[in-house]
DNA sequence: AACAAGTATACAGCATACTACATACTTTAA
DNA sequence: TTAAAGTATGTAGTATGCTGTATACTTGTT
């Protein structure tokens, strides 16, 4: 069980956006019941696995809503399981988009860096 | 050579963003010099080679300001060659590791499905 | 001629995702 | 025991990326 300070080490987000992140629904923790001398909040290891899903989906371009779909339809059994898959189909989908998205302007890219190595081997060459 | 309704239906970008875009300086239009009635802004087909480039770098998280420098490196010719070369290289590593972050989300999502798919069979067969 | 539709400009407002600050309390280490 | 560091809560501010509104002019259609 970790605090917030641990959490933050671990995955290298601020404390402020995992407080935002837990605020907006996206997971959260708990006080252990046998301390009585404070209100702190411990996480246990399914949310350093969710803030390193958050980290890589909003890398590649996921809203906080998106992933808390996705998050959702993972952890929380509250939604029928066909629901769950519903979910997570979607989001395949829109991840073979995104790869497929990538690798056109990865080609794009690597064509127009050729253009311009050409165009100075053309006048260098003159 | 068209006009910014013109561009907004060919790329479904709304006439708004799209001059947000200009003024973030994404690309520019002219005016044209024969016609002198009115200042209206006049767009070639390369302004909608870089809107679509917009779309898809936005899709896969890219900011405006990281698009800028790759349409920057593109198409201006003001900085140096090695200088657009090194741009546009360091954004083919970004969009690699995007690529290997969405396979990895691909795999995991997948596993999530499954695991939801076989609880279920077991629910089911009990 | 007149009315709809398109264009330009400027500025305000909004949603998302943080980020900083202030206050107050708790824990830890010297 | 006291100072530093950590935690909780609340609120305000910021950056990005739009989105809407108002005003005024131009163009195209009937």
Not at 25 to 42: A, D, M, Q, R
Not at 89 to 97: A, F, P, S, T, Y
């Amino acid at each position: 069980m970790k605090l917030i300070h641990q959490l933050s080490k671990e995955t290298g987000i601020p404390i402020g956006t995992i407080r935002f992140y837990e605020k907006s629904g996206l997971f959260s923790g708990k006080p252990k019941k046998e301390v009585t001398t404070n209100n702190y909040v411990y996480y246990d290891d399914e949310v350093i696995e969710k803030l390193r899903f958050i980290q890589m989906a909003k890398a590649v371009g996921f809203t906080l809503s998106e992933i808390k779909e996705v998050i959702d339809a993972w952890y929380q059994r509250q939604i029928s399981t066909s629901a769950q898959i519903e979910v997570l189909n979607r989001k395949l989908i829109q991840i073979d988009k995104k790869i497929n998205e990538l690798k056109a302007m990865k080609k794009q890219i690597t064509l127009c860096k050729v253009n311009i190595e050409n165009s100075v081997t053309v006048s260098e060459s003159v």
